[in-house]
């Protein structure tokens, strides 16, 4: 008689443990397709990059340690481009918000200084290359998707990043109109 119960009760915590796992690895399936796959990445480089107190050279540092080395022409032009990637424009809007307050601005500005530096370091090849790859179908697809993830972000983000978009457009106009 003393089986029965004790064998109902094992049952009813198999079956409980069964349900949390499941529940569990559900609620981790969701929170995993709303995170951005360029987000850990980009996650690992600010954390480590947070501590530098100047923001020109805590964004370097971040660039640096998630990109590579800022000498390279190509990682330049990863950067840069990544600027026009949906899953990035998402990961650093969430990292902007997480970042703290204080840093907020002068690091934003930091990004703007980056892309007119980089916009003023283009070669003529750098800047053909870079012309042609954005008058491609792929190019202006890129585009188009950029611009209507960055439309999508609340009002205060864009406020916030305005700076940086214009530097990004006078860029991109550059290179249409040299």
Request: charged share 25%; hydrophobic share 40%; aromatic share 8%.
């Amino acid at each position: 008689m003393n089986d029965k119960p004790r064998r109902s009760w094992w049952r009813a915590a198999g079956i409980t443990v069964v349900i949390l796992l499941l529940a569990g690895a559900t609620l981790l399936l969701v929170i995993r397709r709303r995170i951005p796959p360029e987000f850990a990445k980009d996650f690992r480089a600010g954390i480590a990059a947070r501590q530098v107190a100047d923001p020109d050279e805590r964004l370097h540092k971040y660039l640096e340690l998630r990109y590579g080395p800022l000498t390279d022409p190509a990682v330049r032009e990863k950067v840069f481009l990544d600027y026009f990637n949906v899953d990035h424009i998402k990961a650093m809007q969430l990292m902007v918000q997480h970042s703290p307050a204080a840093q907020r601005p002068a690091t934003i500005q930091a990004a703007s200084k980056w892309v007119e530096n980089y916009r003023n370091s283009l070669t003529p090849r750098e800047r053909e290359a870079l012309k042609a790859r954005f008058q491609s179908p792929e190019g202006l697809a890129m585009l188009r998707r950029a611009t209507a993830q960055y439309n999508s972000q609340d009002v205060q983000y864009r406020g916030q990043t305005a700076v940086v978009i214009s530097q990004l457009l006078q860029t991109i106009h550059s290179l249409q109109n040299p």
